[in-house]
């Protein structure tokens, strides 16, 4: 019984794929649920699994594009493997009477019957005779190297400099640009033609966080079984900001302004396949736990590849936090159509001035890159101040304030 292979619904906006890596190639057997094929998006690659056991029969190959339900091949149920029968030859052999064995043995030329009847210690002074034509090839090989005078000093110093100078040439790879790689290079080159993009800059003072971690980190992991960490907070800065400053949480369509009443928050995660952006919904309602354990669940999937098309959709803000590798300071690019993007840069102890006195501090860069047809520069100041004031002085994101 035949099985079509085809490609299933992978998302609303989804309408190819690519083949990516081939695990069953033509003429593979694989067993119900098997890996056949990964599928590249532009948002995720997906596995394809074997809808039965049998033998593969695929019509793509690696890099082909093909649309959603479109038939790529077959599987056919493999018949079962018969017990193989011993051969006449076998059957013929096995019956073949000692007696006939006996009389072979007169026939064998005298020659043989006297080297095997020879002593062992005669048998080994004899050089072995040559039975194929590879063997007198190695031979005359094995000949030629012992009778080949000793490379001189000179010939020696230009093989090594012949080798070195063949160890030092330069050597490129090519491999085709991945799906996800082309989408990500697509919609970054289309921010930057179709938006009119600026980036502003703060600094914030996290020694508040910074002592409310050292402070907590113990009860919350234990009560939680999850870390405290930055992030939480300035999802939750965030937040207070987009309620302080509604134009920034808003989107252009043709010529409206479409105002979002709903606060979902896309947190940047970098994979081997490239950056997404996972939302997290209704963040004003979600407790710092509750955040902290949606990017933990939310990056196991990203390592896996398992992360689903509905977990990237959506979102009016966006973080990324470029400090995890080290940035010091980054103009991050817009998500379109959102008209907001936060970054948040490496913690560096720094010298300031608090009243009057020079002392050292834990210091962020902040970095908000913002649409400028939509937002004005006086609203996109007042909106990363808003931030700032949040972040150094946490109580207001329990007060409200």
């Keep these: 019984m035949k099985s079509e292979i085809k490609i299933p619904s992978m998302g609303e906006s989804i309408s190819e794929a690519v083949i990516g890596q081939v695990f069953a190639p033509d003429g593979t057997i694989v067993k119900a649920d098997g890996e056949l094929l990964e599928l590249e998006t532009d948002k995720v690659n997906q596995v394809l699994y ?10 793509v190959k690696t890099g082909d594009t093909v649309k959603i339900g479109q038939v790529i091949g077959t599987i056919e149920e493999a018949p079962q493997e018969k017990s193989q029968a011993p051969s006449s030859a076998e059957t013929m052999a096995k019956e073949i009477p000692k007696e006939k064995e006996g009389k072979d043995e007169r026939k064998r030329p005298v020659a043989e019957q006297q080297a095997e009847a020879r002593p062992e210690s005669f048998q080994q002074e004899q050089a072995p005779i040559r039975q194929t034509k590879a063997a007198f090839l190695a031979d005359l090989q094995t000949a030629q190297k012992e009778q ?4 001189s000093r000179q010939e020696g110093k230009a093989q090594a400099a012949a080798s070195s100078k063949e160890q030092q040439v330069r050597r490129e790879t090519r491999k085709p640009l991945s799906k996800i790689r082309k989408v990500i290079a697509s919609r970054l080159v289309e921010a930057q033609q179709t938006t009119a993009m600026l980036t502003t800059f703060n600094e ?3 020694s508040q966080i910074v002592q409310l971690r050292e402070k907590y980190q113990e009860k919350f992991t234990k009560k939680y079984g999850t870390k405290l960490g930055f992030m939480s ?16 949480n808003s989107y252009l369509e043709g010529d409206d302004i479409v105002q979002r009443e709903y606060y979902d928050i896309g947190v940047a ?5 490239g950056t997404i952006v996972p939302v997290i919904r209704n963040c ?9 354990q949606a990017i933990d669940v939310f990056a196991k999937k990203a390592r896996e590849g398992s992360i689903a098309i509905e977990d990237l959709q959506g979102g009016g803000f966006t973080i990324t936090n470029g400090g995890v590798y080290g940035s010091l300071l980054s103009t991050p690019i817009l998500n379109p159509p959102q008209c907001g993007i936060l970054g948040m840069h490496k913690i560096e102890k720094r010298p300031v001035v608090v009243d009057d006195q020079i002392v050292i501090r834990p210091m962020m860069y902040l970095a908000l890159s913002y649409d400028h047809r939509l937002i004005d520069g006086k609203d996109s100041v007042s909106f990363l101040v808003h931030i700032k004031n949040q972040l150094e002085d946490p109580s207001r994101l329990l007060l409200d304030l």
């Design 204 to 206: 914030v003072d996290m």
């Design 269 to 273: 995660v970098g994979t081997d396949r």
């Design 50 to 59: 074997a809808p039965q056991t049998g033998r593969v029969a695929l019509s």
């Design 148 to 151: 080949r005078p000793a490379p």
């Design 284 to 292: 004003d309602r979600l407790t710092f736990f509750q955040i902290e």
């Design 233 to 248: 907070f300035f999802v939750k800065a965030v937040v207070s900001a987009l309620q302080a400053y509604p134009q920034v």
